[in-house]
């Protein structure tokens, strides 16, 4: 049977032009308050997040849960280091482990993870809406051998690729060992989320199966980069294992490769509102698979 899906209004256009651009950001950072006296989040954590783009909440998972989490992260890394499996993404010079998608769907721990109660109520906080799991990943970046993932707007691709209408979600990326200033770790420009930087250049067909390696396309360019970084300068999201750190799906972030000894492998899963759910991509192109953009 073939899917019919929606059209709608670009409010984000992107990959069009000939030269970047700079949009203002059309939708809200968070979409509820600090409530009742229920909420997670207190009214000064959800100001902290309008205005950086993200939270970084450390202590969040017990040693004994990481545990868990990481006896299967190695299971996972066994299973499939031989595997020809389309979710197992290797390293753009070599055959090592990159990312392994839709773990969610795939991994019981995992799938329990992504609908933990506290963290599912933190998230519907943000979002004002209940959610649902657009995409669900490991990131293994062993020590020496860990390459580097170049700044980006998530929002950009799932926009331009996956159809996503506006910017009501967020990423979570929860560190299963402790991510050091040297090792690779995440790094955000904090109020990056507040404007939508234009990429140039046409999304060729099926480009998820390089840009999941290394991205191309829906790259921000430098001069943007350094208005950005000269304006609200870089932060980087350290803690030690357990940690967990909600990013807006619109703050320009990447990391750095690792040359340490030292691995920095998290969990990762991007929450969307249900209200916001996927549409024709907005590229005209046929939408990504299933395992990289949740479509139901």
């Not at 967020?170 to 402790?178: F, P, R």
């Not at 200033?181 to 234009?198: A, D, E, M, V, Y």
Request: hydrophobic residues 30%.
């Amino acid at each position: 049977m073939n899917q019919r899906y929606v059209v709608m209004e670009d409010c984000y256009p992107s990959r069009i032009e000939d030269t970047p651009g700079i949009i203002e950001r059309k939708d809200p950072v968070v979409y509820s308050d600090a409530g009742s006296g229920t909420s997670e989040l207190d009214a000064d954590m959800l100001a902290s997040y309008e205005q950086n783009g993200y939270l970084n909440l450390k202590g969040f998972f017990s040693a004994e849960e990481v545990k868990t989490f990481r006896n299967e992260l190695q299971r996972l890394w066994q299973e499939n280091r031989e595997t020809e499996r389309k979710e197992v993404i290797r390293e753009p010079q070599s055959r090592e482990i990159r990312s392994i998608f839709a773990v969610h769907r795939d991994s019981e721990v995992f799938r329990r993870l992504s609908q933990h109660p506290r963290l599912l109520a933190i998230i519907r906080q943000i979002l004002g809406s209940d959610v649902y799991v657009h995409q669900s990943r490991i990131n293994y970046k062993k020590g020496f051998t860990g390459k580097e993932f170049y700044w980006h707007s998530d929002f950009e691709t799932w926009h331009v690729e996956d159809g996503m209408p506006r910017m009501r979600a967020l990423s979570c990326s929860i560190a299963l060992e402790e991510n050091h200033h040297f090792n690779g770790p995440l790094l955000l420009i904090p109020g990056s989320h507040k404007k939508f930087i234009t990429c140039v250049g046409r999304t060729p067909d099926a480009h998820y199966e390089q840009s999941l390696r290394k991205q191309e396309y829906g790259v921000p360019d430098q001069a943007s980069l350094q208005e950005l970084v000269e304006h609200h300068g870089i932060d980087t999201a350290v803690g030690p294992a357990g940690t967990v750190t909600l990013f807006d799906c619109n703050v320009m972030h990447g990391s750095n490769g690792n040359i340490t000894p030292y691995p920095r492998s998290n969990v990762f899963y991007v929450y969307n509102s249900v209200e916001n759910k996927l549409v024709s991509p907005f590229s005209g192109q046929k939408p990504r698979p299933d395992y990289i953009a949740t479509r139901d």
